[in-house]
């Protein structure tokens, strides 16, 4: 007893001076208990409690487990009074968390499932469901078998928790449960379950919801049918949470993560990297190495969908810079380099990273996605290296062994097929496959489109029933003020009748009037506002229509381009080289139209953002080794897309031809590329410093197929074109600068009173 009462003393000076949370108003309450006479059994159970409260408590140090350690101590005193093996039990289940906070995790592991054993066939109370709680900590949820066992123990956990009447440990076992669910793929039970736990942590007046609700976003985000904007409003109802209750723990990080993968999901590659850097920094404050690799796979598949693998190897150097490594996790930096490389058609870089992963996937449990994409990536690099029997080992083992229910990742794996056939000379299999594929990708997009159209026509109608209560409050409004008008008529009259009797009927001539001229000019504006309506509709459908088309050409052309590749295989020498200049020149229309589905404005590209991406595809597929510097001067203008494709193609052809004639036998240079306005004239100058072109080949009557182009593009631009030698080759091109008519047309209607109205 003596112990006991030093350690609550210290207990108490502790609780008092980190402020009365919620956790400790209720220390407290138990310390309070302890000071009277109880019996034995009610002093056990506080004693227990208390030191869970130790056991668990944030940012936890030596002496919190030390004072737990001392109260477990006089605990087993008092069950030696009572002589009960259920008590030894529970004093064992609060045990094993000491021990697994102090890093003892095997035999804190052989203590819980000891205890899981010896109370299972007691009557369930709180220490049997905290017994199988804690021993469930112990399974992988990625291993099939253990996720079973793991689901089997949370489950006789919560029923412990509901027959002992614990409402809050009920709760988190539902929320671990609808968890567990999800990752085995039962999305209905999930849900189900999910809104039973928000439901009882409500009916305790829980404020600290924000795990529940990113859960509840993670189950409508990875469902067959997910619903992106409601995973995304729960997420950010968690986000909120945290932000409130001053959580910046792993539990923000995991959310961030989420947001990452709806927004990457959802084509927005921007917001999801803003979020997926926001969660790994998180990771790497609490050095946690299994979050940090697996949300940096997430920011490399993000950075190569967006066309940006140089970013994603950028990132991923300065990743292995500062020594992060996961044994748990073998599989993930393996892929995230083998993917890097393989879009930057780097095959020899792949090779180290291919023997990692192939080693990985022995010594590691990877889940089933990541088994997915493992045996994709391994199958993409035997294309590249044309070691087509083991791509096709390696798809047909992605084919029999994973369970690709998803219908993403189903066209991830038709896309490598067709590029296998492709390769191979199949041809046949090649176009089924790359039908299938646009067909699943569209079906896709088109899933999504609807969802969006739906949600807009709800918001729509919420916007009408609004206006329509808005419109009723004025029509109450002036119903209000003619019987006030009338109140007052009434007093007149009953003070002088005979005068204003004439007055009362011209009172309600000019009422009349004005209520018919109020009415008449109630109806003009409705009509004003209905045409506006239908303006506006009219302008958001032919800007979506434009998106669209820009959309599908882009698609088109990414479908040549692809044909063109896989035929270079079969090609040798002028025929792969003009084969290779084709694809350059469809590739840049290609971008223009990727653009401009990318943006808001659909008629316009904006060349500081097009060009030097272009200019960078072009020094990639000449495999430059920087011995050719390229120096890129692009004002920011937006250009017309009948002036961007002309301009692209000018540029192709000019800087092609200096990397391939300027600069013979490996010689150094630079070329410079620059483009600024100057008024209402447009000036672009594609210059070198190598050999120089001949006089005889500008003045030729008949030019090569290079000068040809672009002597007929700056006709179709109206362009001055100016060819010379001075001291290497310099192209000079200055056209007039177009105006987009449709925007004219939009910012004169946008500007008229009408379209304010």
């Not at 072109?693 to 007929?712: D, F, M, R, T, Y």
Request: net charge positive; proline share 2%; glycine share 4%.
């Amino acid at each position: 007893m003596k112990r006991i009462s030093v350690v609550i003393l210290s207990l108490c000076l502790v609780l008092d001076s980190h402020g009365q949370d919620e956790e400790r108003i209720r220390a407290n309450i138990l310390l309070a208990s302890l000071a009277g006479d109880k019996p034995v059994n009610e002093r056990l159970n506080t004693l227990l409690r208390l030191a869970e409260f130790h056991n668990f408590k944030p940012r936890e140090e030596k002496e919190d487990l030390d004072s737990a350690a001392v109260l477990i101590a006089d605990a087993k005193g008092l069950a030696a009074e009572l002589n009960s093996s259920d008590a030894l039990a529970s004093i064992a289940v609060v045990e094993s968390c000491l021990l697994r906070e102090r890093g003892q995790k095997y035999e804190a592991r052989e203590m819980v499932e000891k205890a899981v054993r010896d109370l299972g066939n007691s009557k369930p109370c709180f220490y049997s469901g905290r017994a199988c709680f804690e021993a469930a900590s112990y399974y992988n949820y990625e291993v099939p078998e253990q996720l079973a066992k793991k689901i089997t123990l949370v489950e006789q956990a919560e029923m412990a928790f509901r027959l002992a009447g614990e409402t809050e440990w009920r709760a988190n076992s539902l929320k671990m449960l609808a968890d567990l669910y999800t990752i085995k793929g039962e999305f209905a039970r999930a849900m189900v379950t999910i809104k039973l736990a928000l439901e009882t942590y409500g009916s305790i007046n829980c404020k600290r919801l924000q795990s529940v609700y990113a859960v509840m976003g993670r189950i409508y985000g990875i469902r067959p049918d997910p619903d992106y904007r409601q995973a995304l409003h729960c997420e950010m109802e968690a986000i909120r949470i945290c932000n409130a209750m001053g959580d910046s723990t792993m539990q923000l990080c995991e959310i961030y993560n989420i947001v990452g993968h709806l927004y990457g999901a959802g084509e927005n590659p921007e917001l999801a990297l803003r979020y997926y850097k926001k969660a790994i920094a998180i990771s790497q404050r609490y050095n946690d190495n299994r979050a940090t690799v697996q949300i940096a796979l997430s920011i490399t598949i993000t950075n190569v969908n967006a066309d940006r693998p140089a970013e994603a190897l950028s990132f991923l150097n300065s990743l292995q810079r500062s020594k992060i490594k996961s044994t748990e996790k073998p599989c993930i930096i393996p892929m995230a380099y083998l993917l890097t490389y393989i879009s930057l058609n780097q095959y020899s870089q792949c090779k180290p990273f291919y023997d990692q992963l192939l080693k990985g996937l022995k010594t590691g449990f990877p889940a089933e996605m990541e088994l997915n994409m493992a045996y994709r990536l391994m199958a993409k690099y035997n294309i590249g290296i044309r070691q087509f029997r083991q791509a096709h080992y390696y798809l047909n083992k992605n084919r029999e062994g994973v369970r690709t229910d998803s219908p993403l990742r189903r066209s991830k794996d038709l896309y490598v097929w067709f590029q296998l056939d492709s390769a191979s000379g199949n041809y046949k299999s090649a176009m089924n496959s790359l039908l299938e594929y646009k067909r699943l990708n569209d079906s896709i997009h088109n899933v999504t489109r609807l969802r969006q159209i739906q949600q807009l026509e709800v918001e729509y109608e919420s916007e009408k029933k609004e206006n329509a209560l808005k419109m009723k409050d004025k029509d109450i409004l002036v119903l209000n003020q003619d019987n006030q008008l009338q109140k007052t008529h009434l007093r007149q009259v009953n003070l002088v009748k005979n005068v204003t009797f004439c007055g009362i009927v011209l009172l309600f001539v000019i009422t009349g009037l004005l209520f018919n001229q109020f009415r008449h000019k109630q109806q003009s504006n409705l009509v004003i506002s209905q045409k506006n309506d239908l303006l506006q509709n009219l302008l958001a459908e032919k800007e979506w229509l434009l998106k669209e088309v820009h959309h599908r050409v882009k698609n088109t052309l990414h479908t040549v381009i692809c044909l063109l590749e896989s035929q270079s295989a079969f090609l040798k020498d002028d025929a792969r080289s003009a084969n290779e200049i084709s694809q350059q020149r469809i590739y840049a229309m290609s971008l223009i139209h990727q653009k401009i589905y990318q943006t808001d404005d659909i008629k316009t590209i904006d060349t500081a953002q097009y060009l030097p991406e272009f200019i960078r595809y072009l020094d990639d597929s000449f495999g430059n080794d920087r011995r050719i510097d390229l120096q890129i001067a692009i004002d920011p203008v937006q250009l017309d897309i009948s002036q961007a494709v002309p301009v692209a193609l000018i540029i192709n052809e000019a800087v092609t031809n200096s990397f391939k004639y300027a600069f013979p036998r490996d010689r150094r240079g630079t070329i410079e590329i620059k483009l600024e306005r100057q008024g209402n004239k447009i000036n672009l100058v594609i210059a070198d410093n190598g050999i120089g072109i001949s006089s005889e080949l500008i003045n030729a009557s008949s030019n090569s197929l290079g000068l040809q182009l672009i002597k007929g593009l700056g006709q179709d631009l109206k362009a001055t074109v100016n060819i010379e030698n001075r001291g290497g080759t310099q192209i000079s091109i200055v056209f007039d600068y177009v105006i987009n008519g449709d925007d004219q047309l939009l910012k004169a209607l946008k500007d008229t009173k009408m379209f304010k109205c």
